[in-house]
């Protein structure tokens, strides 16, 4: 998975607390994905944006959750407010287009594992 | 979205060849099929993708009947390190929400 890099790789948030992950896309990257991964579980898309520009955001809480990728810099997925349930993996992706066929695959960084005490 | 259907754990001795099969019935004509593959604490990695009949890599083989209605991932003598959760997952090119289910958890035995 090298590339796409998140950090922080572990973050341990108490309830009521701000979380905020960062991913910086693979080089020549221009779109973003973020999802998140319950124990036993698959990946949950969240949110895909471009450059200053959400695109899709459809997965995400309505409340507390935001995200961004500025012109300059990493995205950033904001969690405020943090609760037990928050706790989770989260995931990013990035791709040189969107879609994700025609040789086109996402791909993922390693994640930030966030845990709520 | 296609949902569908591949076996929740799989073991397998090592240097055997491994194929999961996944099922997705309700494929649509402009689907792309998509495996990755998932070591505990790392993200998915993009393994194979084909459209229909036999794609193959340097890591595995993705075989597509003609109704496209299944698909069969296969490994080639497996090692203890392919030890991972398998994903198929299946959508239209344009598509950027990856959809994936509970993958298939291979565990290779030495």
């Known amino acids: 998975n090298a590339g796409v890099m998140q950090n922080p790789r572990h973050l341990v948030r108490r309830r009521g607390q701000e979380a905020r992950l960062r991913c910086s896309p693979m080089k020549g990257h221009s779109h973003v994905y973020w999802y998140r991964q319950l124990p036993e579980e698959g990946l949950k898309f969240m949110v895909y944006?471009?450059?200053?520009?959400?695109?899709?955001e459809s997965g995400m809480p309505k409340e507390r959750f935001s995200a961004e990728f500025p012109k300059e810099g990493p995205s950033i997925l904001r969690i405020q407010q943090v609760v037990r349930g928050d706790s989770a993996a989260y995931f990013c992706?990035?791709?040189?287009?969107?879609?994700?066929?025609?040789?086109?695959?996402?791909?993922f960084g390693d994640g930030t594992r966030l845990s709520i005490l | 979205l296609a949902k569908t259907t591949q076996p929740i754990s799989m073991d397998s001795y090592e240097g055997q060849e491994v194929n999961i099969t996944c099922s997705h019935n309700n494929i649509a004509t402009n689907d792309y099929i998509t495996w990755y593959q998932q070591f505990p604490s790392q993200g998915p990695r993009f393994i194979i993708q084909g459209y229909k009949t036999k794609v193959t890599n340097e890591v595995a083989s993705l075989f597509i009947p003609a109704d496209r209605k299944s698909s069969t991932l296969s490994l080639p003598r497996v090692s203890l390190s392919d030890t991972a959760v398998y994903y198929c997952l299946v959508g239209d090119p344009g598509s950027y929400q990856l959809t994936f289910g509970k993958g298939t958890k291979l565990s290779v035995i030495p």
């Open positions: 944006l471009q450059k200053e520009n959400i695109i899709d």
């Open positions: 992706a990035s791709s040189p287009a969107s879609g994700t066929g025609d040789g086109q695959p996402q791909h």
